[in-house]
């Protein structure tokens, strides 16, 4: 029996609030990842795709690194450096009213008595963060923090106690009549909390420097029977905490390129990259596809954007599904050419 064949470095791609089919709603893209890692061997991946409030699927071929530090990986400007543990701690709004802190605190206190987490410490924001929400011109989801200095103060004081890696709360405007709202819960809509949670976990790792991912701080809502399956994951509790800890908890460190040691991945590793057919204009993939990393791009995972492989002049393996790209990933991984499994087969051009 031959030996398995060595991981193959591979990315997955999702973006936040644009609608995907896979992967815009709550932790919906978890299934796809799960299986990406076992065909590689070693996913490297976002929030976006792991965050299931409640639910979490922790695994060591998967790596949590939040989209900015995710880019700068895929550019090679930064290696990640897994690690046993991190500690998180934890930035709470000072918006968050009593009972809803109240919560979020017994999430804390339940992971690290449950899951055995490493957390703390945990600590307010010296004003409310101000959070608010926007839909851009093409339909994606946007927002704004009032007050970045707040939150970057109570980063700095977190690092500063401690912390390895931080988990932010922030609170978010409750919007539960608004057409928006529905139609996400519904299965049709955009996630309309995504955009802001993206611009406060940028800021912080861009400041930073160490792992950072968030959950907003949102009133409960009432139960519906029409409730979309890719949405049933945030109506389980009162937090979308319990992911965030989890993820943060292994998540790979940040080290500056050129980096060297043990043990870490480096952007040159990547041997793919997998993403919607109709997002590939994001950063991570560009840098991938300028080294020759193959990107494969999944046809179907639609979205609101129309950013393809031809618009850009991107050579790309077009994979029908996460199945398909998961056995794409693993011939690349077996040394398989990809082309070979198609038909018809063209024969090679050549002189004579």
Not at 34 to 62: E, F, K, Q
Not at 94 to 118: D, F, K, N, P, Y
Not at 324 to 338: F, N
């Amino acid at each position: 029996m031959s030996a398995a064949a060595p991981p193959l470095p591979t990315l997955l791609v999702i973006p936040t609030g644009v609608g995907c089919a896979v992967g815009g709603f709550a932790g919906d893209g978890l299934p796809a990842a799960r299986l990406l890692a076992a065909a590689s061997g070693c996913l490297i991946t976002h929030p976006n795709v792991m965050n299931a409030a409640s639910l979490y699927w922790s695994d060591r071929r998967l790596h949590y690194v939040e989209g900015w530090s995710l880019d700068r990986f895929a550019a090679g400007e930064l290696a990640l450096a897994p690690v046993p543990s991190q500690r998180v701690g934890v930035l709470l709004d000072a918006g968050i009213e009593a009972e809803l802190l109240l919560r979020h605190r017994q999430v804390i206190e339940a992971c690290r008595a449950s899951l055995g987490l490493t957390i703390g410490p945990v600590l307010s924001s010296d004003g409310p963060l101000e959070v608010s929400l926007s839909i851009g011109p093409s339909g994606s989801s946007w927002g704004t923090i009032g007050r970045p200095d707040a939150l970057l103060r109570a980063g700095e004081a977190l690092l500063a106690a401690g912390a390895t890696a931080i988990a932010v709360v922030a609170r978010f405007p409750d919007e539960p009549g608004s057409d928006a709202l529905a139609a996400y819960r519904h299965g049709t809509g955009v996630d309309g909390l995504a955009g802001a949670e993206a611009v406060i976990s940028h800021l912080l790792v861009r400041h930073l420097g160490v792992p950072c991912a968030h959950a907003p701080a949102l009133a409960p809502l009432p139960p519906d029977p029409a409730l979309d399956p890719r949405a049933a994951a945030e109506e389980l509790g009162h937090t979308f905490l319990p992911c965030v800890l989890v993820g943060l908890s292994r998540a790979p460190s940040l080290r500056p390129e050129p980096a060297s040691g043990n043990g870490l991945l480096h952007g040159a590793d990547l041997g793919a990259v997998v993403a919607p057919a109709g997002a590939l204009g994001g950063e991570a993939v560009l840098a991938c596809a300028e080294r020759g990393v193959p990107v494969i791009a999944v046809e179907g995972n639609p979205c609101l954007l129309q950013v393809g492989g031809e618009a850009l002049g991107l050579p790309v393996i077009p994979a029908a599904s996460y199945a398909e790209a998961a056995g794409i990933v693993l011939a690349l991984r077996e040394g398989v050419d990809p082309a070979a499994l198609r038909r018809p087969l063209p024969t090679l051009k050549g002189p004579g």
